[in-house]
């Protein structure tokens, strides 16, 4: 049961991942994080550049 909720959790993160890097639309803020590191001038076409191509590795951990 715990396994099943696991990967049911990841998939439906990676989904609304995926869906929000076709849209452009950085809905976890992801760039925030990224602004401090790196210049603006490459920064202000993140939503094209980087966040589509973005690698994200999401872990669900018990409490």
Do not use: T, W
């Amino acid at each position: 049961m715990k396994d099943k909720l696991e990967k049911l959790v990841k998939d439906r993160f990676y989904y609304v991942l995926k869906q929000s890097q076709e849209n452009k639309a950085d809905v976890f803020g992801f760039g925030q994080y990224f602004r401090h590191q790196i210049p603006y001038d490459q920064l202000k076409n993140r939503s094209e550049n980087y966040f589509p191509h973005l690698k994200v590795y999401f872990r669900v951990k018990e409490c």
